[in-house]
Structure formats: C-alpha cells, structure tokens
C-alpha cells in the first residue's frame, strides 16, 4: 500500500456494522482490553475507530486510578469505625 492508500483508508467512516462488531469484541472481559491497545494504536486501523480506542483506554486507567483511591479512602475510614467499635466492645467486657 502506498502512503496515500493508507491515509484513503483511515480517513473512512467506520460502518454500523463495524461499530457493532468493534462494542461485541470490547465487551470481552480480557480480549476487549487487549482489542484497545491494538485497534488504538495498530497501523491499519480507521482514525476514528483508533481514536474511540484511545478513549476506551484513558477512561479505563481513570476508573482504575479512581477504585483504587476510594478503596483505600475506604478502608481508612471503617478501619478506624471498626477499630472504635471493637474497643468499646472491650471496654464492656
């Protein structure tokens, strides 16, 4: 393929059916988030396919980011209820 072909075919709008195709796959626990590194970076992929995947991916690492700190925020603050309540239960005894 020349450059021109390659810049042709990324430049295409992706159709119904490959959007269709593209959710089913990433819909896939493991296989999904791999498609996301791939589709998002991969040579052949359509701009705004790639583009989509990119997001998928941004959005992926600010969900984890945000579990972890609220679990973390979590466990801080009902260690501490737990702690406060197993020694006033001590206290009784």
């Given at each position: ?46 701009k705004s396919k790639a583009n989509y995947c990119k997001l998928g991916l941004i959005l992926t690492l ?32």
């Open positions: 393929m020349t450059e021109n072909t390659v810049a042709t075919v990324k430049d295409e709008t992706v159709s119904m059916g490959e959007w269709f195709i593209t959710l089913i796959v990433l819909s896939l626990p493991i296989i999904g988030f791999i498609m996301l590194f791939v589709w998002g970076f991969g040579s052949g992929t359509k600010i969900f984890i980011v945000l579990s972890i700190v609220l679990t973390i925020a979590g466990v801080s603050i009902f260690g501490g209820l737990f702690n406060g309540i197993l020694n006033d239960m001590q206290s009784l005894t």
